[in-house]
């Protein structure tokens, strides 16, 4: 049996852990991926939209665990891109 990844206070500690453990050794199973955004933002932009669509749009960020407003660049990206 794999053991449990243990948690951590801060982002130095996980950095400490990552480059010093074995990490096949440790359950992954309940990982995820994670994108970062490194591109520095510099315009900013306003958008109306309806409520109702605002509102799915703040549901499926939320379920998915980033900003509302991280998720919209993502659809932005993916259609222009």
Known sequence: MKKKIPTFKTDKEAENFVATADLSKFDLSGARLVKYE???KDKAIS???PEDLFNAIQNKAKHEGIPYQRLIRQAIEKEVL
């Open 38 to 40: 490194l591109k520095p």
């Open 47 to 49: 958008l109306r939209l």
